[in-house]
């Protein structure tokens, strides 16, 4: 019998979510959203039957859900998880995990009473380039990794002024904390080891002026609150020895937007990369994923061939999901390493409000 699953939030992610709930034989049974002419749209081009206004609504209309995707401002995504976790429905969750580490603990401990699968969309895992790395990884090509250094960086992206992107109370920071899946892709390739220090800066120049707006026609929002950073910089450091360098921003002189993960290992360094042309627009981009290595005295870079995917891996995170609840595959990532990572992020506003290193 097919997963039964119901998504709430219509947003521009939620198209992702269902083609990879679909393509992995899931039913998507219901749609929620505040919204209700976003929510019935989306519904109509998923061919989802049933829609309503909250997650409540969905839970007492479909008691026999099996599992639940969170597609909504950050603010919500732990009190939404708490509530389908105490329903007894595995949870799906957009990035990031919650606001702080503090939510994150309590949605993983939630998880463990209901004993029900908890999971995070960090789509980059799920990229033709992760996989393949993971290979390399895992064959001891690349030994155990020292160094790496993960970016997400614009030159002009910042989603809109005075939504919720922009307002702190809504989605606990700026790129920070938007743009954490490259940190994420980082302690993913090392092992998730558990981080200890951190000393990071964060920067806010360009975050009120308009000519830095990204070019997603989110809509601004008059006397709406812009109050996060523009972009942060930081050094992570780890109980195993390992570091971590990291650079994300919505606004920054840069040549142009890069997402990429750059490390050195013992025996092979590598890079997963994909370079927009413009920033958030995907026609132009280049993906890359190569190693580097020394043989026979000589330095040799080897470019590995994936198939393009445009989505970054949202559609395949997604069915993993599914499948994890299914038992077919393992999952992608766990809340163990959601609440390691949002200590770092919090350690990182900490650092950079106090001017002082933090210990994790
Ligand atoms: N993984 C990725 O690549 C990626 C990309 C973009 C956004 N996101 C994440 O997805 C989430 C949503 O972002 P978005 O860009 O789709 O936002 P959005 O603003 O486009 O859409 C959010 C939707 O949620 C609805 N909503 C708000 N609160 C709700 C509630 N309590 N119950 C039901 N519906 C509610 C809104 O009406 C809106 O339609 C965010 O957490 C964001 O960080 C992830």
Known sequence: MSTKIAIIGAGGMAQHHAAGFQQAGADIVALADVNQIAAERVAKSFGIGRVFPTLAA??????????VSIIVPNKFHAPLALEALAAGK?????????????EALRMKAAAEKAKRTLM??????????????????ADGTIGRINTCQAKWIRRTGIPGFG???????????GPLIDLLHMVDLGMHFMGYPEPE??????FDEHIRDKTFKGPWSIPDVANGVTDVEAAAHGFVTFATGQALSFQVSWAEMNKREEVSVTFQGQKAGGLVQRLFGIDGVDSTSIDACELYVQEHGRSVNRAIVVPPDPAMGRVRSAMNFIRTIEGTELP???PDQAVSLMKIIDGAYKSAATGRPVAL
Not at 58 to 67: C, F, I, M, N
Not at 120 to 132: G, I, L
């Open 163 to 173: 939504g919720w992107f922009t307002t702190k109370a809504l989605s606990g920071g």
């Open 332 to 334: 992608l990532n766990t």
């Open 58 to 67: 969905v839970l007492a209309a479909v008691p026999d859900l099996d599992a």
């Open 120 to 137: 995070f969309n960090f789509n980059n895992r799920a990229r033709p380039e992760s996989y393949a790395m993971r290979d390399y990884l």
């Open 90 to 102: 595995h949870v799906f969750c957009e990035k990031p995990p919650a606001l702080n580490a503090r």
């Open 197 to 202: 220090y951190i000393l990071a800066r964060t």
